[in-house]
Every structure is written in structure tokens, then in C-alpha cells.
């Protein structure tokens, strides 16, 4: 089973609609959870923090599920600019804490 | 400003010809990551240091060797470049964070996109 694991996709959405992507990590002990967005071939870009009470940026809301390990990201009334892949990122805790990345899901939203 | 600094931006590289890869961060964050990523996958992490503690993944190739000489600057060095190392590497930095078992995000340098001819 894959540290982090994540459906690739590609969403392909209408702007102004609802889309939603999972990520479910192997790990019980990670504390730390992000979503990154990643334009293509550029770099990774925060895009929020995931905390246990769940949070929201905007359009954006995160949510955390620790008893079924998995978090999620909701984007609403989508824009052609959030076209881009998505990375979940979870901490490995142990000796040296160490950034796992998922595969990435792609996000393709259409006029 | 940036913040986590990659040089060069674009690296061509004959084949078996040692290169090396190079990330300076103002941040003073006490760890410091290289990832691998090849199109349309995840950036695999090849070594992180916490602090001036070396930590290399089990499948990372012998090939590849990292150094960091001080806090802010850290080095990766593939001795003899295949094919199959094309790929954008990417550098960034993280603080640890209280009681050993989290961390803050991950800052990213832009990357520095290898090709091997």
C-alpha cells in the first residue's frame, strides 16, 4: 500500500461547479497535512494546512478524518484558473520527520 | 524574494558526466529536502536533512550523494548521469516542529530541470 495515495484523475469540470478529491495515508501517526497545487512544470505551491477541526480558505475547504486516515479538499465554484494538479502531503513521524507526496490529482476546469 | 533558491534553473549534462545541483534558503529552517519528480509524477524524496543529520531513502540510487555545509546552503551531486535521471529536481526546506512528531509545510525552490543527453 502507497504512503500517501490519491485518484489521479483528470477532473474535468465546468466552471462554477462543486469538485471534490480524497486522499487517504497509510500512517496513524502523521500529524502534519497539506494540499499543495502544482502548476505544470513548476513547483510545488502550498495551497492550505489541514487541521483536525477542519478549515476553510475562500473557496477552499479541507477536512480531516484521522479515524478513517484520509483528508479531503473541496473547491466550489470553480475557476479556469484552479486548472492544475493537486498533492496531498502527509508527514512521516518517526527518528527524522520527513514531506510524503501523493501522485497528485489532476484538476481540469472548462468554460 | 525568494526564499528557497535553486541554481541553475536548467541543467543539460552529458552522460556520465558528474553534475551537481545546488540550493541556498533564507529561511533558516532546520530541514532540508531534494526531491525527484518526473512527468506526471510524485516528487519522490531522494534525502532530507535534519540539521546536519543525513538521511537518505532506501531506494535512493548510490548515484546520487547530497551535502550540506552549513544551514542555509545544500548540495546535491549525481556522480555519473543516466538516462533515466531527466527529471526536475527540487530542493525545500521545512522546521520541525515541537515534540519531534510534525512539521510545517514545505517551502519549494523552483526547481532545477536536468536533462541528460
Known amino acids: 500500500r502507497k504512503e500517501v495515495e490519491q485518484d489521479p484523475g483528470p477532473f474535468n469540470v465546468p466552471e462554477g461547479a462543486t469538485v471534490a478529491f480524497n486522499c487517504t495515508y497509510s500512517n496513524s501517526a502523521s500529524q502534519s497535512f497539506f494540499w499543495y497545487r502544482q502548476d505544470c512544470r513548476k513547483e510545488p505551491k502550498l495551497l492550505m494546512s489541514?487541521?483536525?477541526s477542519g478549515n476553510e480558505d475562500g473557496r477552499f475547504t479541507a477536512q480531516l478524518n484521522r479515524a478513517s486516515q484520509y483528508i479531503s479538499l473541496l473547491i466550489r465554484d470553480s475557476k479556469l484558473s484552479d486548472s492544475a494538479t493537486y498533492l496531498c502531503?502527509?508527514?512521516?513521524?518517526?527518528?527524522?520527520?520527513?514531506?510524503?507526496f501523493g501522485a497528485g490529482t489532476r484538476l481540469a476546469v472548462h468554460p | 524574494d525568494a526564499m528557497v533558491i535553486q541554481n541553475p534553473r536548467y541543467q543539460v549534462t552529458q552522460f556520465g558526466k558528474p553534475v551537481t545541483l545546488s540550493c541556498s534558503q533564507t529561511?533558516?529552517?532546520?530541514?532540508m529536502y531534494w526531491y525527484q519528480q518526473k512527468s506526471s509524477q510524485a516528487p519522490k524524496l531522494l534525502f532530507h536533512?535534519?540539521?546536519?543529520?543525513?538521511?537518505n531513502e532506501a531506494d535512493t540510487p548510490d548515484n546520487f550523494q547530497s551535502r550540506r555545509p552549513n544551514t542555509s546552503f545544500c548540495f546535491l551531486d549525481i556522480r555519473s548521469p543516466g538516462l533515466g535521471d531527466a527529471a526536475m529536481y527540487l530542493c525545500a526546506t521545512s522546521r520541525d516542529g515541537p515534540r519531534g512528531r510534525t512539521n510545517t509545510e514545505a517551502f519549494f525552490g523552483q526547481g532545477t530541470r536536468l536533462t541528460v543527453v
Open positions: 489541514v487541521y483536525s
Open positions: 536533512y535534519y540539521d546536519k543529520d543525513f538521511n
Open positions: 502531503v502527509v508527514n512521516k513521524p518517526g527518528g527524522y520527520n520527513k514531506l510524503i
Open positions: 529561511l533558516n529552517h532546520n530541514v
